[in-house]
């Protein structure tokens, strides 16, 4: 069949110059394609990549018999293709290959995957730059294996989910995911400091909000019509916003299967109603939970310990409620109604520990400690928030709203709601506290 063969080969004649121009560093299910100087570390991102892919096509593609056929093709069929771009002018070739998929390199700063394949802008920290890298490999496998990966929220907020990375002690198995825990982890991350500008800009950004978010400046992915109105947002605002909601959904233990084996539902119809609905009961809680986060949001936050345990050895009696407050605990849910313009007398008595600093137990009271402060509050507070009952929409952040109750306090409400409390604390800091609190709200 000739005309074909001249097809094909006119094809191979079309891709190959734009191959020719960039050096071409093959593993065993990606191959790298790059006009960056192949520097050590440029020589090893192939088998980095290779053993990333393999650990996120686990969580992405559960189906043993699936994943196996998916390996199987990249490596004895077509590999995926990483192309890492200098910040020069590409080669006319390569500018073609962008034009293709509608880019020019104007378009993209960091990275953009498109039919299984990803590109990647050269990045002045290659640390970051991996992350990046991994977080379009991320779309790549669920293009490959799904079509595509699914509404923009949980495409973003899934590959923003598995994009960050560890290599175990022995150094041996590379671990995907989880909070950063410091500043100096990934340098130039600048996620949680954008975060906290947005939050501070839009006070009533909800959990159900993000699932409506699009970008202004990527038309062709909207958010799910089913929803209601998109929120438009710049790139700049919304891809902290996805990376927030990947972490609370893959970093709590409530959640993350829930999202994770969402990856294999893309191409269902409703997608993000259906994922509602999987979370069941817990999804009032994730929206409290998103409240918290985002309010408090820094390195480190501990999914585990902000869990909105309902207050323990609950008591009403005739003058009001008694409850324990743990230590370790963040926000516990007291079940004690307010309604608008009610104030409410607070006491509270009890020591605890709220911080082992070098083997040093730093015992505090309800009041708190003067040694050290945390967001302009002593250590160890009691603290007090209005909350809606179930975290619903259209309200401000309650946990932007902070009023401080220490051993005897009082509180007003503008809405009707619950009362929630904690003992002030930083969120990544919370494992190194115990014991607890006897709190009581008068009625
Ligand atoms: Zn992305």
Redesign the pocket.
């Known amino acids: 069949m000739p005309k074909i063969s001249l097809l094909i080969l006119t094809l191979l004649l079309i891709a190959s110059p734009a191959h020719a121009e960039l050096a071409v560093l093959p593993g065993k299910y990606v191959s790298l394609h790059t006009n960056v100087p192949q520097s050590k570390e440029i020589l090893a991102l192939p088998a980095f990549l290779d053993l990333a892919l393999v650990e996120q096509a686990k969580i992405l593609v559960p189906d043993m018999t699936q994943r196996t056929a998916l390996l199987n093709r990249l490596a004895t069929q077509e590999k995926i293709r990483a192309v890492l771009l200098d910040n020069k002018e590409p080669p006319a070739e390569v500018l073609k290959q962008l034009a293709k998929h509608g880019y020019t390199p104007k378009d993209f700063t960091d990275?953009?995957?498109v039919r299984g394949n990803y590109w990647v802008r050269r990045q002045p920290l290659f640390r970051f730059m991996q992350g990046i890298f991994l977080?379009?490999q991320?779309?790549a496998i669920m293009q490959r294996t799904y079509g595509h990966s699914g509404p923009v929220w949980y495409?973003?907020a899934l590959?923003?989910s598995l994009s960050r990375f560890r290599f175990s002690a022995d150094g041996k198995k590379l671990l995907l995911g989880g909070m950063p825990y410091s500043k100096k982890e990934i340098p130039g991350f600048s996620r949680i400091k954008n975060l906290q500008r947005i939050v501070k800009e839009r006070p009533t950004i909800a959990l159900d909000d993000v699932f409506r978010v699009e970008m202004a400046d990527v038309p062709e992915r909207k958010a799910e019509p089913s929803l209601g109105n998109a929120l438009v947002l710049s790139q700049e605002d919304a891809y902290p916003l996805y990376w927030a909601l990947g972490m609370l959904l893959s970093c709590d233990p409530n959640y993350a299967n829930a999202f994770f084996s969402a990856a294999t539902e893309v191409n269902k119809p409703d997608f993000t109603i259906r994922f509602r609905k999987a979370l069941g009961e817990k999804l009032p809680l994730a929206r409290m939970q998103w409240f918290a986060f985002v309010a408090a949001i820094d390195y480190g936050y501990d999914f585990t310990s902000e869990q909105f345990a309902p207050a323990k050895q609950k008591r009403p009696t005739e003058q009001g409620t008694f409850f324990t407050l743990d230590a370790a605990s963040g926000w516990t849910n007291s079940g004690v109604s307010i309604r608008a313009g009610q104030t409410k007398q607070i006491f509270a008595r009890g020591r605890f520990q709220i911080a082992k600093p070098q083997g040093v137990v730093w015992e505090a009271e309800p009041n708190g400690i003067t040694l050290r402060y945390f967001r302009g509050r002593p250590l160890g507070e009691l603290l007090v928030a209005v909350g809606p009952p179930d975290g619903t929409t259209g309200k401000k952040n309650p946990f932007l709203k902070v009023s401080p109750a220490g051993k005897k306090g009082s509180i007003t409400s503008q809405q009707d709601g619950v009362l929630y409390f904690r003992l002030n604390d930083s969120p990544a800091q919370l494992g190194d506290n115990a014991g607890s609190v006897e709190v009581f709200v008068g009625k």
């Open positions: 990275g953009f995957a977080h379009e991320v779309h495409s973003e590959a923003e």
